[in-house]
Nanobody, 124 residues
Framework: QVQLVESGGGLVQAGGSLRLSCAASGRFFSTYAMGWFRQAPGKEREFVAHIGWSGVITYYTDSVKGRFTISRDNAKNTVYLQMNSLKPEDTAIYYC?????????????????WGQGTQVTVSS
C-alpha cells in the first residue's frame, strides 16, 4: 500500500509563488512516474504535470507551461510542484498521484494511488 501526503498549499496573491510537496511511503517510489492534478469547485479533476521515474521526462498542461515546474527527489521519496506567477484560475485542490502504467500521462484512470489533496487559493 502506498500513501501520499501533500503539503505546501495556502492562500497567495496573484503573481505569487507556492511550492507543493508530496511525500510517499513505500519502497519502490523511484520506479514509478508521478503526477500532479487539480480540481476546482464544480469542475472535473484535471492533469497539471507529470514526471518520469528518473526525473528526466516531464509533461505539463498548456495552461501552466513556463510557470510550474515538477521535480522529484527519489532519495527523499518526494515529488514537488513549484508554482510561479500564480493566477486566480489556478485556484483548486491539488493532488499528487502515483502512476500505475499505461501510455497516457494525463488520464486520471492511469494513476493508482492518490493523496488527500492540498488547497491552493490565488486571490486577485
Amino acid at each position: 500500500q502506498v500513501q501520499l501526503v501533500e503539503s505546501g498549499g495556502g492562500l497567495v496573491q496573484a503573481g505569487g509563488s507556492l511550492r507543493l510537496s508530496c511525500a510517499a511511503s513505500g519502497r519502490f517510489f523511484s520506479t514509478y512516474a508521478m503526477g500532479w492534478f487539480r480540481q476546482a469547485p464544480g469542475k472535473e479533476r484535471e492533469f497539471v504535470a507529470h514526471i518520469g521515474w528518473s526525473g528526466v521526462i516531464t509533461y505539463y498542461t498548456d495552461s501552466v507551461k513556463g510557470r510550474f515546474t515538477i521535480s522529484r527527489d527519489n532519495a527523499k521519496n518526494t515529488v514537488y510542484l513549484q508554482m510561479n506567477s500564480l493566477k486566480p484560475e489556478d485556484t483548486a485542490i491539488y493532488y499528487c498521484a502515483q502512476k500505475s502504467g499505461g501510455a497516457s500521462y494525463a488520464s486520471v484512470n492511469e494513476y493508482l494511488y492518490w493523496g488527500q489533496g492540498t488547497q491552493v487559493t490565488v486571490s486577485s
